[in-house]
């Protein structure tokens, strides 16, 4: 079985390819602080980019890629690394 070993250092990132009975993918934290890290599918199309020299971080989502090309994308979205929000933040939930 293919084996292979990524050392990360802190807002770095690393594309890890799908597993198969050929090669495996396991995600550990060998550090002392917690691990954060993003996974997304790749079932619907999707693209997820950072730009380390702005510091932004961009999303966009789509039924396909020829709606995705034509500007039919579901969600796109664009902002600067840092920001976060609660889940449940700016919802009714009363």
């Not at 020299?53 to 979205?77: I, N, Y």
Request: aromatic share 10%.
């Amino acid at each position: 079985m293919l084996s292979q070993v990524f050392k990360l250092k802190c807002r770095k990132y690393r594309q890890l390819l799908p597993s198969d009975r050929s090669r495996r993918t396991k995600l550990r934290n060998t550090g002392s602080s917690p691990l954060r890290y993003l996974c997304f599918s790749t079932l619907h199309t999707a693209e997820i980019v950072a730009y380390p020299d702005s510091k932004k971080v961009g999303a966009m989502t789509a039924p396909s890629m020829e709606a995705a090309l034509r500007g039919g994308d579901w969600v796109r979205f664009l902002a600067f690394e840092g920001g976060s929000v609660g889940y449940y933040d700016g919802e009714d939930v009363s």
